[in-house]
């Protein structure tokens, strides 16, 4: 065909491209999924070269094995460093490190970028051991390292914790001047993180000429993970202050801090950030948003969040279900783990866990037992952490029967399991139980730990068992070397503060080797208020105002104190002091469980569908009750208000709404089991035993500090709580 004359006046030559940039070209255009096709052809060392890049930009391990295998037949690969060197770092890259060592073997002159991107490869998939013998082998070859070679050298210390390894390579990096690389300073800063030693990590990233974002997120997320989210916090706003920007990594740095601290402020800000900048928003950032929104008690916005999530997986389940769990919403947990099951997800270890701890804050016995099933059917129940949450669920569901049953029959017991058997055996104040239960453990050659000795000593305290408490809390020093701490001096406070002995317990807080914290304080505080001592009260509300000004239970402690002495202007002036402060008292709640449906009740709730015929059976229970010699106990009304008023505050309360309400709702001599988020005041305990011997039923209530089981006119905790 003759050529135009605009192409004639330009003369203008048709150029024959050759057939390997023909084919670099195609591959670009066609992916790797053509790689397939294009090594069923011969291939010369120039297309080899191209297929490998290729296979590596792809991390196509299948596929690069095959053309590996094309490229051994065809000869193309005999004596060809180049094309060896590029095998190597494909497996190396693509993960494939077994195969990528063969191939480095078979290079006999070996050039720095091979060794880095051995070091490399071994550091990042999991290898950091080899990494570092691969590291020594290079420098005994005479090569040295450089900027390439130090920061997966300085992964692998940190990932193996191998502290002054790490440390002679950063002087080794000094001396040969990179330490000024930035790439080298984030991996020393990282370094540093996983070591824990964040006051270098910091003096390294202030040395810092040149910091880029990666050098911030690394610094960020060292103070996340070493637990100081407030630092996290405080040097994101100076990123923030200065307009970095973030990306990806950042949010996944600084999310977990906020979740830490509940920053919901701070949280709500970086969400508005993300999407006024359309940063990436995959599934990882979403469930970090939920999770700080839910540790901020924003459950509306988790949820928003959660159902924006187009492929929900486990992790997201697990956020929103394990949340609702631990910040006060256990129903909606339940209801979140119903709804997973029915849209098919499969639920893991950490979800099932999550669940259970939701049937146990508000003692949902039957959601527990279907669990129980559940697990069986599916062959969890052999494994020690479900067995072990199996065990703390019935505990704290009130079948200590049932838990003890778990406990037994799990195939093998850690530490865990002893410990939640005998805190299970406390709350339920059977003290001698959990002092056997603790013997019995020593016996089989189990050492105790801080929590173990918490959790005795907690038995201890709530069946008054002064001299048993006295005898551990001495052998956990000087049989076990554990220093005690608050914990342990908060359950001796109780047990020696219940038992009377506040002398010996004010002695017992100046004589500490800490510093008393607020909850030894309020222990103490406890104390005063059950044997009305007005004066060590006071001292001890005010060392409580002190450490923690934001707690409203001292102030409610102290008020009742003066309340009891009719002291109705101290009184008042607390009530006031607490108003002031912003401080307000939660309101008695109480939840039932009824053919696996968790029922609420608020103090002088009417908000029930079956209201009015529950405060009628109120009615008939108090007249039954005055027929039977019943007298109120208005103590238990810290209010200056009449007699008659003070009666009818106390048959509002929510553990009577629901007693009635199971009353109306279940079969004859069926056991009652109740949850109630306050401490059972003095004459709601006595009503309660007498409707157990009225109604011949057992009536179990779960309180903010133990079990009651109410019995035939008596009660388990023998009205020592």
């Given at each position: 065909m003759n050529a135009s004359p605009l192409l004639?006046?330009?003369?203008?030559?048709?150029?024959?491209?050759?057939?390997?940039?023909?084919?670099?070209?195609?591959?670009?255009?066609?992916?790797?999924?053509?790689?397939?096709?294009?090594?069923?052809?011969?291939?010369?060392?120039?297309?080899?070269?191209h297929l490998l890049q290729i296979v590596t930009n792809s991390k196509s391990l299948e596929k690069g094995r095959k053309l590996h295998a094309h490229m051994v037949s065809s000869g193309v690969l005999l004596d060809n460093t180049y094309l060896s060197t590029k095998l190597c770092a494909m497996y190396a890259i693509c993960g494939g490190m077994a195969d990528a060592r063969v191939v480095f073997d078979g290079i006999s002159l070996k050039n720095p970028f091979l060794w880095n991107v051995m070091v490399r490869g071994y550091a990042c998939n999991g290898f950091p051991l080899k990494a570092l013998v691969l590291y020594r082998e290079m420098l005994r070859s005479g090569k040295k390292a450089d900027n390439f070679t130090y920061p997966f050298v300085l992964m692998a210390c940190g990932d193996l914790l191998l502290i002054e390894v790490g440390k002679r390579t950063h002087s080794r990096i000094i001396v040969c001047g990179y330490e000024s690389d930035v790439y080298v300073s984030n991996s020393l800063i990282s370094m540093y993180s996983k070591f824990g030693e964040m006051?270098?990590?910091?003096?390294?990233?202030?040395?810092?000429?040149?910091?880029?974002?990666?050098?911030?997120n690394t610094i960020?997320?060292?103070?996340?993970?070493?637990?100081?989210?407030?630092?996290?916090?405080?040097?994101?706003?100076?990123?923030?202050?200065?307009?970095?920007?973030?990306?990806?990594?950042?949010?996944?740095?600084?999310?977990?801090?906020?979740?830490?601290?509940?920053?919901?402020k701070q949280g709500k800000e970086i969400h508005a950030y993300t999407l006024r900048n359309s940063l990436e928003f995959d599934e990882f950032v979403v469930n970090a948003f939920i999770d700080v929104y839910v540790n901020s008690d924003f459950i509306a916005g988790?949820?928003?969040?959660?159902?924006?999530?187009?492929?929900?997986?486990?992790?997201?389940?697990?956020?929103?279900?394990?949340?609702?769990?631990?910040?006060?919403?256990?129903?909606?947990?339940?209801k979140f783990f119903r709804r997973m099951n029915s849209e098919g997800m499969v639920p893991d270890e950490f979800t099932l866990v999550s669940a259970l701890g939701a049937c146990d804050r508000i003692a949902a016995l039957q959601f527990g037992r279907s669990f129980h099933a559940y697990l069986t059917r599916k062959g969890f129940d052999n494994r020690v952490i479900l067995g072990t949450a199996l065990i703390d669920m019935y505990a704290k569901c009130g079948s200590l029967d049932c838990s003890r049953q778990a406990f037994d029959e799990m195939p093998m017991k850690n530490l865990v399991s002893w410990t939640a058997m005998i805190s299970g055996y406390g709350l339920h104040g059977r003290g001698r139980e959990a002092v056997a239960c603790f013997n019995e453990m020593k016996t089989k050659n189990i050492?105790?730990?801080?929590?173990?000795?918490?959790?005795?000593?907690?038995?201890?305290?709530?069946a008054g068992l002064v001299d048993e408490a006295k005898e551990i809390f001495h052998q956990m020093s000087k049989d076990y070397s554990i220093s005690p701490s608050f914990e342990h001096y908060s359950c001796m406070v109780d047990v020696l503060g219940r038992a009377g002995h506040l002398d010996e317990v004010y002695k017992?807080?100046?004589?500490?080797?800490?510093?008393?914290?607020?909850?030894?304080?309020?222990?103490?505080?406890?104390?005063?208020?059950?044997?009305?001592?007005?004066?060590?009260?006071?001292?001890?509300?005010?060392?409580?105002?002190?450490?923690?000004?934001?707690?409203?239970?001292?102030?409610?402690?102290?008020?009742?104190?003066?309340?009891?002495?009719?002291?109705?202007?101290?009184?008042?002036?607390?009530?006031?002091?607490?108003?002031?402060?912003?401080?307000?008292?939660?309101?008695g709640c109480s939840f039932i469980e009824l053919d696996m449906e968790i029922h609420r009740f608020l103090v002088g709730d009417k908000s029930h569908p079956q209201s009015k015929t529950i405060y009628a059976k109120l009615d008939e229970l108090r007249q039954q009750l005055k027929k039977a010699g019943y007298i109120p106990d208005t103590s238990s009304v810290f209010y200056d208000v009449e007699e008659d008023v003070k009666e009818n505050m106390l048959w509002d309360h929510s553990e009577r709404l629901a007693i009635a309400f199971a009353l109306l709702n279940t079969s004859p001599g069926m056991t009652i089991r109740i949850?109630?988020?306050?401490?059972?005041?003095?004459?709601?305990?006595?009503?309660?035993?007498?409707?157990?011997?009225?109604?011949?039923?057992?009536?179990?209530?779960?309180?903010?500090?133990?079990?009651?089981?109410?019995?035939?006119?008596?009660?388990?905790?023998?009205?020592?709580?």
């Open positions: 004639k006046s330009l003369d203008f030559q048709p150029r024959i491209l050759p057939p390997s940039f023909l084919f670099s070209r195609y591959l670009r255009l066609f992916g790797a999924h053509s790689v397939e096709r294009a090594i069923t052809e011969p291939l010369n060392s120039l297309q080899c070269g006051e270098l990590a910091q003096a390294l990233f202030d040395k810092m000429l040149a910091k880029d974002l990666t050098s911030w960020i997320s060292g103070y996340a993970k070493n637990n100081d989210s407030g630092r996290a916090l405080a040097v994101f706003a100076v990123l923030a202050m200065r307009g970095g920007g973030m990306d990806r990594a950042t949010l996944l740095s600084i999310l977990p801090a906020c979740a830490n601290l509940a920053a919901l988790a949820r928003c969040l959660f159902e924006k999530i187009s492929r929900k997986d486990t992790v997201s389940w697990n956020s929103l279900i394990s949340g609702c769990a631990r910040h006060g919403d256990a129903v909606e947990s339940l050492g105790a730990d801080k929590i173990t000795f918490t959790s005795v000593l907690s038995a201890c305290s709530h017992l807080i100046l004589d500490m080797n800490v510093e008393p914290n607020v909850d030894v304080w309020i222990a103490f505080l406890s104390a005063c208020r059950i044997h009305h001592n007005v004066e060590l009260a006071e001292i001890a509300s005010h060392n409580a105002f002190h450490l923690n000004p934001k707690g409203i239970g001292p102030y409610v402690s102290l008020s009742n104190v003066y309340a009891v002495e009719k002291r109705w202007s101290d009184v008042e002036r607390v009530r006031t002091t607490a108003r002031m402060n912003g401080l307000k008292k939660p309101p949850t109630k988020n306050l401490r059972v005041c003095g004459d709601c305990h006595t009503a309660t035993k007498l409707i157990s011997k009225l109604v011949s039923r057992e009536i179990v209530v779960r309180d903010a500090h133990r079990f009651h089981h109410f019995r035939n006119g008596s009660c388990s905790c023998g009205d020592y709580w």
